[in-house]
């Protein structure tokens, strides 16, 4: 059982449940709370909500799959990645070979030479 | 301790523009609500799915501007974007505009730009995800 809460007119709140287990916090209707976050090593979660497990496709390169799928793939995707010292890296999201679906996303990071990096710790919010 | 169990129909914060906030046993503050989220098309501006974003402009290749429905208190929150790959640039970055490029973020909107991570040139990516907590 979920408890959903919502908010009808400017910034209120309502809460409310859709039976998935998933909080919905929402506001006019739109959830404002993250749906799903996780913090992950490799393969390794260490700290995750409504994230099933961490798939590691190769270097740099994850699945996150979700415990509870998604209504569709229309999701924000928000993250940031590790790198080792004195290097700028990125966390992307390869749409081209591997859209978001509605049950898992894939994430890449990548040093700004375009090289794949496996960092120490990858942090990702997804908000619906 | 015991979990209880909330259920009532509407939480209200007690100052207009003042989101709720969550804290734990001891009064500490835990977590506030995103004020924004939007996931758009980097082509084009046009929404997938958003909250609190009334529309995004799209200024040239790799420039956009995301309006607020409903503005916030200041220009002091936290601006998060993650632009996806594209199909013939590879890698892309975001970077939020200050006043020295672009306009700096006001209580209504914020601009950003996306670029080639190898290049530095402008670009498009096939999605845009950003959030906004204040």
Redesign the interface.
């Given at each position: 059982m979920t408890t959903t809460i919502n908010a009808v007119s400017g910034n209120n709140l309502q809460v409310s449940a859709d039976g998935s287990g998933i909080i919905q916090l929402q506001s006019n209707g739109k959830n404002t709370n993250a749906q799903a976050w996780v913090n992950f090593s490799g393969s390794t979660v260490n700290a995750s909500y409504n994230v099933g497990s961490i798939t590691v496709n190769g270097t740099g390169d994850f699945t996150v799959n979700f415990s509870n799928a998604f209504p569709d793939a229309n999701y924000v995707i928000s993250g940031t990645t590790g790198a080792s010292s004195g290097q700028l890296a990125c966390l992307t999201q390869p749409a081209g070979s591997y859209p978001p679906s509605t049950t898992a996303c894939r994430v890449q990071t990548i040093y700004v030479n375009g090289s794949f990096i496996g960092p120490t710790n990858v942090s990702i919010a997804i908000f619906r | 301790m015991t979990y209880g169990?909330?259920?009532?129909?509407?939480?209200?914060?007690s100052t207009?523009?003042t989101?709720?906030q969550f804290q734990d046993g001891s009064g500490t503050q835990i977590g506030t609500?995103?004020?924004a989220?939007?996931?758009f098309a980097g082509a084009s501006g046009t929404r997938?799915?958003?909250?609190?974003v009334s529309s995004v402009t799209y200024n040239g290749t790799g420039s956009y501007t995301v309006n607020f429905t409903?503005a916030l208190s200041d220009a002091n929150y936290a601006i998060?974007v993650?632009?996806?790959?594209?199909?013939s640039n590879?890698?892309?970055?975001a970077t939020v505009n200050d006043a020295n490029i672009g306009t700096a973020p006001t209580t209504s909107a914020f601009q950003f730009t996306t670029r080639v991570?190898?290049s530095g040139a402008n670009a498009n990516?096939?999605?845009v995800?950003?959030?906004v907590f204040r």
């Open positions: - | 169990t909330l259920a009532i129909d509407t939480i209200q914060s207009t523009g989101p709720t609500l995103c004020r989220w939007v996931n997938n799915a958003s909250f609190n409903n998060s993650n632009p996806s790959t594209n199909a590879g890698y892309l970055i991570v190898s990516p096939t999605y995800y950003a959030t």
